[in-house]
């Protein structure tokens, strides 16, 4: 039996575009799946097994610059001009305090009548994106034999507000970072640009850093994959992590609630730390300062607990 076309209007965060794979996969197994987005290597399995992926022009700047960096790769179709969004993934604070896990995905899989416990993110990594990644990466330090970690500064930008609400309290997070950071050869990685993205807080330790946007997707995936474990405030690194079956640390502040990443649990060790008072309000115009304080005689044992059981 034929299957019918169904044209998707995805979300295009990073995060979120790894998060949609679960419920893509899924529904393909129905429709001949379309799907708008700014990410297609996020998809590069499933768009070899018959997934479609257009160009949405958006004003965001990483999925901007990716799109045009991806335009003239094979993965992209041409969008026909007639085709209409025939469903929306989308998730609200409402939906996810009324999901049992309360999770983001668990809401994505209930707007697309597909199944949470079912759902499946994780990401393949082609041998030829870890073979590009260490030609980036060049010739290592002399401590490049630790255990890799993946660090993720702080950074806030003013095309989305919530970038802001969402950063964890500063001090806190570098005082964790601190207590594990001389364990691991560090990789720190952002995509910063003067005036429109930008590190809050200190300088990062780390052993290498790229914070101007030098690994592109493949390879950035490639180091999550490689890495021993994921240091990260929230955002895409508390998901591709995961996805790639990485060891995360993922810590909370405000905008969103403790346990919305939660999902990834079912592919690699997760610790989220947050606040002593979360938020979730998952509102970028929220006017309210949030409380980030955290408490640290719980955060700094359970961190040195979880570093333990993955480097001993």
Not at 49 to 63: A, E, F, I, S
Not at 88 to 94: E, P, Q, T, W
Not at 151 to 176: M, Q, T
Not at 239 to 249: K, N, R, S, W
């Amino acid at each position: 039996m034929t299957k019918p076309p169904l044209h998707i209007q995805g979300m295009h965060g990073l995060g979120d575009c790894l998060h949609q794979r679960a419920v893509l996969r899924q529904l393909m197994q129905r429709y001949v799946v379309t799907v708008e987005t700014s990410w297609p290597s996020v998809y590069h399995d499933l768009i070899a097994n018959g997934l479609k992926v257009t160009r949405r022009p958006v004003g965001l700047r990483t999925q901007a610059k990716n799109a045009s960096r991806e335009s003239e790769s094979d993965l992209f179709s041409p969008r026909h001009p007639s085709v209409r969004g025939g469903m929306r993934i989308f998730y609200g604070a409402g939906q996810i305090r009324q999901a049992q896990s309360r999770t983001i995905l668990e809401v994505m899989c209930d707007v697309t009548s597909t199944n949470y416990e079912q759902a499946d993110y994780r990401l393949p990594i082609p041998d030829d994106w870890t073979s590009r990644l260490f030609r980036k990466l060049g010739p290592l330090p002399t401590n490049w034999t630790k255990p890799w970690l993946v660090h993720r500064p702080l950074v806030a930008r003013h095309e989305w507000k919530g970038s802001i609400a969402r950063n964890s309290d500063a001090s806190a997070y570098n005082e964790l970072y601190a207590s594990i950071r001389d364990r691991f050869f560090v990789v720190s990685v952002a995509d910063l640009e003067e005036g429109r993205e930008w590190i809050v807080g200190p300088p990062a330790d780390a052993d290498i850093i790229l914070h101007k946007g030098e690994l592109v997707f493949e390879e950035l995936a490639a180091l999550f994959k490689h890495a021993d474990m994921v240091f990260t405030s929230s955002g895409f690194g508390a998901i591709l992590g995961p996805a790639v079956e990485t060891p995360t640390v993922s810590i909370i502040g405000g905008y969103e609630s403790i346990g919305c990443h939660d999902s990834g649990k079912k592919f690699a060790p997760y610790l989220a730390i947050g606040p002593i008072n979360e938020c979730g309000c998952f509102t970028s115009a929220c006017t309210r300062a949030c409380d980030k304080t955290i408490d640290m005689s719980a955060a700094q044992p359970a961190l040195l607990d979880f570093v333990e059981s993955i480097i001993p």
